[in-house]
């Protein structure tokens, strides 16, 4: 069975920063591509960002560019997305999901909340 268990999220105020993580688990983590993506309230969920299965390659949406960072850890079936210079934009729920450009896996985890907000 497919899980991934966000977590990282909080209250920050702008111009901070934060760490998400997600654990997977039900699939050879190694194999795949893995993403961030993101929900605003009212908002469809977007694709934030992609790390390919070796952690050699990535790509980033929507201008997080430059201040946004996928890594990977495949020991630890663990992605992680750095998250610098937040802005109020970036407010929403994070998920990952395996995939380059969109979610494989039809099971989300509940994805953690980011709120930036003086």
């Known amino acids: 069975q497919v899980q991934f268990v966000e977590s990282g999220g909080g209250l920050v105020q702008p111009g901070g920063s934060l760490r998400l993580s997600c654990a997977a688990s039900?699939?050879?983590?190694?194999?795949?591509?893995m993403s961030w993506y993101r929900q605003a309230p009212g908002k469809e969920r977007e694709l934030v960002a992609a790390v390919r299965s070796t952690g050699g390659r990535t790509n980033y949406y929507n201008s997080v560019k430059d201040r946004f960072t996928i890594s990977r850890d495949n020991a630890k079936n663990t992605v992680y997305l750095q998250m610098h210079s937040l802005r109020p934009e970036a407010t929403a729920v994070y998920y990952c999901n395996a995939g380059w450009s969109g979610g494989i896996f039809d099971s989300w985890g509940q994805g953690t909340q980011v709120t930036v907000s003086s």
């Open positions: 039900g699939f050879t983590f190694s194999s795949y591509a």
